[in-house]
């Protein structure tokens, strides 16, 4: 079967780095995602990855494991705006997306 | 690119009566959309697989026979709630696969809120 576990919060504060886990079991691996959801409104697309390493946007970097079964998005000069839940989503060998509860994010002043 | 567009945004509506939610992927075609629920402070909840020209596939304890998936063209997918009742009361988000991004990545739209009086 497959299995994906995150934290359920975290908390930073404003100008920090913070670091989000995710570790998961699978059979099939297509990739995995991460996307971040703000609270009231549908999630947006963060980052892909299919291959072992670190794949840098501006300000947030996701990085793979495949042999841990370990993933982690990593966030820089952390902005109030960036207070969201971060859900990470196993691709199967289906194509089709298992997600992650989902970690909070909380960041103070 | 990659923008999905859902409408409506919000509706209330009374008990019994049933309720059709549109998704459209406008810059891209979308052969599988998806449909999901989310409760309050809840994760996000995969209702069903929805394929152009075929039937949609529900997950396990999904009604097919209440949320009705209709996915007529490659950038069209409605879902209606068919007699809706509080309990159906709910935050409704579709996302559709685009399959020239990564391995087919899922945008989402931005949901419908239903409130079932």
């Known amino acids: 079967g497959q299995n994906i576990d995150q934290p359920t919060e975290m908390t930073a504060t404003e100008g920090a780095i913070v670091q989000i886990n995710c570790t998961y079991q699978?059979?099939?691996?297509?990739?995995l995602f991460w996307y971040q959801q703000h609270a009231g409104e549908a999630p947006t697309f963060l980052s892909y990855?299919?291959l072992d390493g670190l794949e840098e946007k501006g300000r947030f970097s996701s990085f793979l494991s495949r042999s841990k079964g370990y993933s982690y998005l990593l966030l820089k000069e952390l902005q109030m705006k960036d207070s969201a839940s971060y859900l990470c989503?196993?691709?199967?060998?289906?194509?089709?997306?298992?997600w992650g509860a989902g970690t909070k994010l909380i960041i103070k002043p | 690119g990659a923008v999905v567009s859902q409408h409506p945004s919000w509706v209330i509506c009374k008990s019994g009566t049933s309720v059709k939610i549109e998704c459209r992927s406008l810059d891209f075609q979308a052969t599988t959309m998806f449909w999901y629920r989310q409760f309050p402070k809840q994760s996000l909840m995969l209702m069903a697989t929805s394929n152009e020209g075929s039937k949609a596939t529900y997950e396990q304890g999904v009604e097919k026979d209440k949320f009705l998936i209709n996915h007529a063209s490659l950038t069209l997918s409605t879902l209606t709630v068919t007699s809706a009742h509080p309990e159906d009361s709910s935050f409704y988000i579709c996302?559709?696969?685009?399959?020239?991004?990564?391995?087919?990545?899922?945008?989402f739209g931005p949901g419908t809120r239903l409130l079932v009086l």
């Open positions: 989503a196993l691709m199967d060998s289906n194509y089709q997306l298992i």
């Open positions: 990855n299919v």
């Open positions: 699978t059979s099939g691996f297509n990739g």
């Open positions: 996302s559709a696969r685009d399959l020239g991004q990564d391995a087919g990545t899922q945008y």
